[in-house]
């Protein structure tokens, strides 16, 4: 039998019938080296998204737009160690593969994004959304912390990632994206910048749009400025605007085999519903995304 969350996302009822859609939590926070909170952010993202407008622009027409999407039950958190909590996750993703057309993971810390992998049944090229390159080897003696999340999934079989916005990362991390042939980076202040800026943008969008192949979209959500997202675990000045992440969605969308999707790095703001509000409207619009371009 079916298990639903406790709320659901957008606020809708659940459907009856075969899913298309699955939005799936993983309240996963284990190496979080900065602010912390990430294990609630899931939760508080679904409440915030019961006042997101079902209309979408792009889509032309209110959610669910005769798609089922379902909410389904939260990651238990199984496992004693690390790498038994990431297996868990792997085991937990390739339910929801199974379950529905379009799986759509809520986070917790980026490190989810290597056990998502895990269970992927098909070999992704990843499309980043993020402030930082998360390429480290290891940070504080982890190799498999979230600052290492990209790195690792590369090791679990990614074929290539495409990243934008970054602006915070070391030398070994800089020189993993000089030499890597699979890391493609535009940085923020590349396409941030009020004289070149717009060439960037344009560049990405064409590079994104050639992708041959499943792709995965991981979506940390620093990847916007950080007056966007201010209870994000670290926060970074000199991000992407809302509107920059939505074009990047609706492009690689029309364009190319998106299988799945994750937001992550979602912390309860506790003063304003921003960050979490943000988190919502950005999920809203992978799945408004998912539906337009799965009618094809």
Known sequence: ?????????????????????????????????????TADGPAACIAASSQVELFDDYLGEELPAGANIVTTAPWDGAGDSLQEQLDSIGRYSALQ???????????????????ILRGCPKKVTLVQIDAHADLRDQLDGEPYSHACAIARSLDEGAVSVYQVGI????????????????????????????CSGQKAWAEWLDAISSIKGPVHLTIDIDGLDGTLVPATGTPVPGGLTFWHAATTIETLFENCEVISADVNEIVEQKDSPLTQFTAAML??????????????
């Open 167 to 194: 602006r915070a990362y070391c030398q070994q991390e800089a020189e993993f994206i000089e030499n890597d042939d699979r890391v493609n980076t535009w940085f923020a202040r590349d396409v941030m910048s009020p």
């Open 97 to 115: 593969y199974q379950r529905a057309d379009f799986p759509l993971f809520l986070g917790g810390e980026h490190g989810i994004l290597p056990g």
């Open 1 to 37: 039998m079916e298990e639903f969350a406790e709320g659901n996302f957008l606020g809708l009822t659940e459907p009856n019938g075969s899913t298309d859609i699955v939005v799936a939590s993983v309240p996963y926070e284990l190496t979080t080296s900065y602010g912390q909170g």
């Open 283 to 296: 999920a809203t619009k992978v799945i408004a995304a998912q539906i337009k371009n799965n009618r094809k």
